[in-house]
């Protein structure tokens, strides 16, 4: 996958610090110094004093005979590296692979994050309004390489996102000092009379090294992709991954197994120890062969019992296929969740019966599919199809009452059945029905329930239940769909009473 | 006189040894739970009836399908104890969930699993009932071998839950290493004079019960609870049949 970098440069980081904790500071012109040689240095102006020309390296008696009114702080260098590691941490919600580039930039691996937020633009106008709205002046810019967002974001204002591959010709116009060299190069380019990248960019490379030394050479490929650069990135990708390399190469499922349970011991303990527990996980093996292998289970809940998730694996071991051995496992926890200690009540039983019976549906799942397990929940809806709710987590609680007020049977048939009845008049239960080619007698009913349809959510005509028993004491529900006239109303077997 | 009692306690200790080597949780706790029954308790072993074992019921109709899911229900309901958790297997959705509210159990509470094959129904039923934090599994299986049943056995013999296996049309009645064998049929309700359908009755048979007294019983549920109405002593069983079930269990 290509590398796409995001550089941010914080321009006036130290004032912009100033005037937060400050802000009556805002938009005034005050500076920062700090002791050198007996003397006071400017190390950063404010936006206002920069636009004067007063940049950095200036002695502070200097200004002051410019500028008699200006304010005047010391410079402090550790809080601004605090800053800058909290403003990384921050970006952290923008991509997992933040960097520092000290004093006054940070450096994203944006590789496959801009498309959540719709395109390289709109993620880039993100970043930029919410730096911008917490009181920080940032220039940024988006390439393929860390030297030529760097380079971009310094020297160029108005383009901000560089074409994939694009990195060459975005950098002709720029001035050497956007490679990031060091001044000694950089008074020589100058002294040759070289302003722009694109007037020694095709020089040979050997009388370039001759001329300017390695360093810049290397700094020439960064900024162009031909040599690679190394992120330090100031929150490693915690992966939940163990490795389980083997002296011989394993074929046997014993082998395998404890392989498995070795790794889960080790994972296990460490889920003790943040707190944290399993919901998906993938056991892997790599082949001799070159080739990989690998089974994946999942559970309800968040869980760090080895046996347990033992037991999910063992199911699918015998899919693993180990060929001529596996000489590598891995177990990697790609799903990773809290375990609270005291989770709440599941239905009032003793929080051991829970994770017992989590379990169980855990390995149930495993063997024959999550789709296959559910739960019914009451729905405040009077059409019996819709008056349950089928979920599939085992803690969501109902939010209304089963209702009881109402006969209801105890076996719905997942159809309606129609049958052929017998009525002596509208309104009446019926004589007798037929279903299945049996003609059936009713000699009790209860009813008529009238069900409307919910017109807010479907139509057509209502039904009229009845609980009829017949001669045997079996009891029926029956309806009949919309009123007598023309058409003639088609009637129907829903269920069984007890 | 002293001697006479002595000897009755020892009959009682070694009926009871005797009972829990067969595999029947003679626990002090199996006698607490009343599911209402009444005078049927006299047909069970021990007098009462037998928890952390399974019991089948045959439903040769649909109608008698249901009437034994309600049956079940109600005993469900008091193993339950409103807070117990239960695992449903079924290949089929029949099952209501709102009438089981009228039987006094708690819908929410049962985990309901939708298989495909039987095995599966086999395997995820074993399972469960190997799992002592249930309070009950339930099973709707059409065929079962004696062989498979007796795994569940042993299942619930260290477990301690109480299994059903209910039999919808079988396409035999075959022996099996269950407990009890139950017919449940519904009954005409009884109103008197009055219209309307009353509250649902039920004739209950137990064809066969380890150790136990077969019988007909009819009950009405009311109230949350059995309510017994007859109770007819079952005397058309011949003689061979019991020696061949004893031989069985």
């Known amino acids: 996958m290509p590398k796409r970098y995001l550089y941010i440069w914080f321009r006036y980081l130290g004032t912009d610090r100033l005037s937060k904790i400050r802000p009556e500071l805002r938009g005034k012109p005050f500076l920062l110094y700090t002791p050198e040689h007996g003397r006071m240095v400017v190390k950063a102006s404010s936006q206002s004093l920069a636009k004067d020309g007063i940049s950095p390296g200036m002695v502070v008696a200097d200004v002051r005979a410019i500028f008699p009114s200006v304010d005047v702080f010391e410079y402090d260098r550790d809080a601004e590296e605090r800053l800058l590691n909290d403003l990384a ?6 991509s997992p692979v933040v960097a520092t580039d000290p004093p006054d930039g940070l450096i994203l691996d944006i ?47 108005n383009e901000m996102i560089i074409d994939p591959g694009k990195q060459a010709e975005a950098l ?18 100058k002294k040759l009379g070289f302003r722009q990248i694109g007037q020694f960019i095709g020089i040979p490379r050997l ?42 190469p394993i074929r046997t499922a014993t082998g395998i197994e404890i392989a498995l349970k070795r790794l889960l011991e080790t994972l296990c303990e460490r889920f003790f120890k943040e707190g944290k527990g399993m919901r998906t996980g993938i056991f892997k093996g790599y082949r001799i062969d070159g080739e990989t292998v690998q089974i994946s289970i999942g559970t309800n809940r968040a869980s760090r019992n080895a046996a347990h998730l033992f037991k999910l694996f063992e199911l699918k071991i015998p899919e693993i296929k180990p060929a001529l051995g596996i000489e590598l496992f891995t177990l990697e926890a790609t799903l990773v969740e809290d375990v609270s200690e005291t989770q709440e009540a599941l239905w009032g039983t003793t929080n051991l019966g829970q994770t017992a019976i989590s379990e169980l549906v855990d390995n149930i799942a495993g063997k024959i599919g999550i789709q296959a397990v559910h739960r019914y929940l009451p729905q405040e809806h009077y059409w019996p199809e819709s008056s349950v709710q089928e979920v599939s987590s085992l ?5 209304t009452e089963w209702r009881t007020d109402r006969p209801r049977p105890i076996h719905l048939l997942p159809k309606p059945a129609p049958v052929e009845v017998m009525a002596v008049l509208p309104d009446h239960p019926p004589m007798h029905f037929r279903y299945k080619d049996e003609i059936i007698r009713i000699v009790r009913a209860d009813g008529p329930e009238r069900i409307e349809q ?18 045997s004491g079996a009891r029926y529900w029956l309806f009949r769909l919309g009123f007598y006239g023309n058409p003639k109303p088609q009637w129907f077997l829903h269920g069984y009473f007890v | 006189m002293s001697e006479l009692a002595e000897k ?5 200790r070694l009926k009871e040894t005797i009972l829990s080597m067969e595999g029947f949780s003679t626990g002090p706790d199996s006698r607490l739970l009343d599911f209402g029954l009444g005078p049927m308790n006299a047909a069970f072993p021990g007098g009462a009836f037998p928890v952390g074992a399974i019991h089948e019921l045959i439903s040769p109709t649909e109608a008698c399908a249901a009437a034994a899911t309600g049956f079940l229900s109600g005993l469900l309901s008091v193993l339950m104890k409103k807070e117990g958790i239960c695992l449903w297997v079924s290949a089929e959705r029949k099952l209501f969930a709102p009438g089981l509210k009228f039987l006094g159990v708690e819908p929410h509470r049962i985990i309901f699993i939708g298989v495909k094959r039987e095995k599966e129904a086999l395997w995820v039923m074993e399972q469960g009932l190997k799992c002592n934090s249930l309070a009950a599994v339930v099973a709707e299986i059409r065929d079962i071998s004696f062989a498979e049943s007796r795994r569940l056995q042993l299942a619930v013999e260290t477990s301690k839950v109480t299994g059903f296996l209910h039999r919808q049309h079988p396409r035999i009645e075959n022996t099996l290493a269950c407990v009890s064998r139950w017919k449940i049929r519904p009954l005409a309700s009884r109103t008197g004079e009055l219209p309307g359908v009353g509250f649902p009755c039920l004739e209950v048979e137990l064809v066969k019960i380890r150790n136990g007294r077969p019988g007909v019983w009819q009950f009405e549920w009311k109230n949350g609870t059995f309510n017994l109405i ?3 002593s079952r005397i058309t069983v011949k003689l061979p049949e019991l020696q061949k079930q004893r031989h069985y269990a």
């Not at chain 1, 941490?89 to 923008?94: A, F, I, P, Q, T």
């Not at chain 1, 803690?395 to 939010?399: A, D, G």
């Not at chain 1, 479907?458 to 017949?470: F, H, I, K, W």
């Open chain 1, 89 to 94: 941490e921050w970006c952290l919600r923008y």
């Open chain 2, 230 to 232: 007859t109770e007819r």
């Open chain 1, 395 to 399: 803690e969501e609680q109902p939010e």
């Open chain 1, 207 to 248: 009388n370039l090294r001759r001329r300017f030394g390695e360093a810049m050479l290397i700094r020439l490929d960064q900024a162009l992709g031909t040599a690679r650069e190394f992120l330090k990135p100031i929150q490693p990708a915690r992966v939940y991954q163990e490795r389980l390399p083997c002296l011989e």
């Open chain 1, 111 to 157: 590789s496959g994050c801009p498309h959540l937020w719709g395109g390289e633009l709109s993620y880039l106008q993100s970043i930029t309004a919410r730096l911008c709205k917490g009181g920080y002046d940032v220039c940024t810019a988006i390439a393929d390489t860390i030297g030529t967002a760097w380079a971009i974001a310094h020297y160029q204002k």
């Open chain 2, 8 to 12: 009755i306690e020892i009959i009682r």
């Open chain 1, 172 to 189: 002709l116009a720029l001035p050497p000092a956007a490679l990031r060299l060091d001044s000694s190069t950089l008074q020589r380019l």
């Open chain 1, 454 to 471: 919910e017109w807010w959510l479907q139509s057509g005509p209502p039904r009229d239940y009845y609980r009829v028993e017949d001669e």
